[in-house]
């Protein structure tokens, strides 16, 4: 069982910078893949970036490409999102999850089992 705590969301102003991480216990973390999703108001929670546990893999969703960077430690057993040139279309509560495999991250949301509590960011204009 993987318990997921996410922190460093808050409130920026459009253009700025955010990082978030989450922290994981309970399992071991270089045997999951890893990835952020995130849900705004009134849609569906979307995935936004994966990383494979190897960290030889990263994918991102077309709208942040070039913008966020994923990244982990699994000393630390963290994963990171940079998150730069923010945009309001950003604001959502952002959440980690971790899906058990030694394969690349997928964009499904059935795929994870375990999932954080969320950590809110918002993105003003």
């Known amino acids: 069982q993987v318990q997921l705590v996410e922190s460093g969301g808050g409130l920026v102003q459009a253009g700025g910078s955010l990082r978030l991480s989450c922290a994981a216990s309970?399992?071991?973390?270089?045997?999951?893949?890893m990835a952020w999703f995130r849900q705004a108001p009134g849609k569906e929670r979307e995935f936004v970036a994966g990383?494979?546990?190897?960290?030889?893999?990263?994918y991102y969703v077309d709208s942040v490409k070039g913008r966020f960077t994923i990244s982990r430690d699994n000393v630390k057993n963290t994963v990171y999102l940079q998150m730069n040139s923010l945009k309001p279309e950003d604001t959502a509560v952002y959440y980690c999850a971790a899906e058990y495999t030694r394969g690349n991250p997928g964009p499904s949301r059935d795929k994870y089992a375990y999932w954080g509590q969320g950590t809110q960011v918002t993105v003003s204009s």
């Open positions: 990383i494979s546990w190897s960290e030889r893999s990263a």
């Open positions: 309970g399992g071991t973390f270089s045997r999951y893949a």
